[in-house]
């Protein structure tokens, strides 16, 4: 939705890098494998980062997302977590795929968590809960988005709540006792449902 707001504008240069942080973003979509508790559901939500600039100014913004969310995930959540690189479908289907000056600059980081109900660390299907793109000029074409003299590109990442949650409680559990104490400094006990008389 993000990219609409853009469609057709020129951006100054001393705007760049524009950062626009979105808690609110929604998808609808049916993921194939069906609907499996909060893992897999048809809609699910997420905060999506997006951001757009520069190439050298999107792998700055890539590096820096990188250690905060490494900082996340082992001193607050401390999960068990691991990278995969990716071409996700969209960028495959337009050609987007390759290395510029050497390096792998578009395509995706996939953070994937061992789900202990799923198996063996090495045999099971680790869960996919976060991601963080740079996805060149894709949507800055598929927009037509433009800046004063700089080739312009994109990126975002998104992070899934429910899939954080299913991370998370898979392997901490769901008693607060048992939580890491970089996490229980947020949340220390689980919220008093609902009472139905």
Known sequence: MIYWSFKGKTIAEKSLPVLVYDKTAISCRYESGGRHGIER???F???EPVYVG???QL???RE???ERYKHVFNDIFD???RTAWVTPWYMQQAGKIGEISGEQDTGTIDFEAYMPYRGNRKDSEWLEFQNLSILGDKYI???NIKTQKSELWSGCSGIGLERWTTAFLAQKGLNPDDWPKGFRKYLDK???GIEFL
């Open 45 to 47: 939500h997420r905060i």
């Open 190 to 192: 689980l919220p008093k």
């Open 79 to 81: 999960l068990e977590w």
């Open 59 to 61: 792998l700055k913004i």
């Open 64 to 66: 820096k997302l990188l």
């Open 41 to 43: 559901v048809d809609e």
């Open 54 to 56: 520069t190439r050298e």
């Open 141 to 143: 074409s598929a927009f």
